[in-house]
């Protein structure tokens, strides 16, 4: 049981080239996340997706894309690179449950990050 | 709007002393989840506890303790006899309702985070 995992750890970019992140979980989550952290910032949401095939914006979208064609695999794509892209990617995974009416966050769970340096 | 203060960026102690963190949280809920995680220099991110707003008792787990307290909106974290291991970024972060978040399990909000020093 591997839990969230990222793929690369560590990327290096110039600026206008695209790349891919990829996240897996096997928890079997219907939940999952694309953070971003900068320093004194803490983590802000980029995109997010409550099931396969559906996504859906955070706080800071812009310049990224997402996809959810597998349950258990969540894809961060930078199309066009710039230097404000320079930071700490976190994917995290969790489920989400019924309380009170409303549908609530269980723990997320996250990755280990992937460190992205655009030039 | 849901929003979380972790007013101390920085606490620096002496290893042994005990420290508490901060966390004060706004939301619209009545029905709202609290979390705590721990981010040490190796940069992975680990969850330590989840509250719900139902249950106001303390938490003790070794040497971490959390106080909730509704009345004040905070929920904040101590740890005894302080280690060089307890050395990290310690994130508060709050979860809503969907009703109150926009419609669905939409993320956590996050603190900006206080870092812990531990010195020997």
């Known amino acids: 049981n591997a839990g969230v995992t990222q793929t690369p750890k560590f990327r290096v970019l110039k600026t206008g080239q695209s790349m891919t992140l990829l996240c897996a979980q096997d928890?079997?989550?219907?939940?999952m996340y694309w953070y971003r952290q900068d320093p004194g910032m803490g983590l802000r949401l980029i995109h997010y997706s409550v099931g396969e095939g559906t996504t859906a914006k955070g706080e800071v979208p812009d310049g990224y894309n997402v996809s959810r064609l597998k349950k258990q695999n969540f894809l961060l794509g930078l199309e066009s690179a710039a230097p404000s892209q320079t930071s700490v990617y976190f994917c995290?995974?969790?489920?989400?449950?019924?309380?009170?009416?409303?549908?609530?966050?269980?723990?997320?769970?996250f990755g280990p990050g992937t460190r992205l340096l655009v030039l | 709007a849901q929003k979380v203060t972790q007013a101390q960026t920085e606490i620096s102690v002496v290893e042994k002393e005990d420290v508490t963190l901060d966390c004060v949280y706004e939301t619209r809920d009545t029905t709202y989840y609290l979390f705590w995680y721990k981010q040490p220099p190796s940069g992975e991110l680990v969850f330590l506890i989840r509250r719900n707003s139902f249950d106001e008792q303390n938490e003790i787990s070794g040497r971490y303790s959390w106080n909730f307290q509704k009345s004040t909106s905070s929920f904040n974290f101590t740890i005894t006899a302080s280690q060089v291991v307890d050395s990290a970024v310690y994130f508060c972060a709050l979860s809503e309702g969907a009703m109150y978040s926009g419609g669905g399990a939409d993320g956590l909000t996050f603190g900006k985070g206080t870092h812990l020093i531990i010195q020997p």
């Open positions: 928890m079997n989550h219907e939940y």
């Open positions: 995290a995974s969790s489920y989400a449950t019924w309380t009170s009416g409303s549908l609530y966050q269980e723990t997320q769970y």
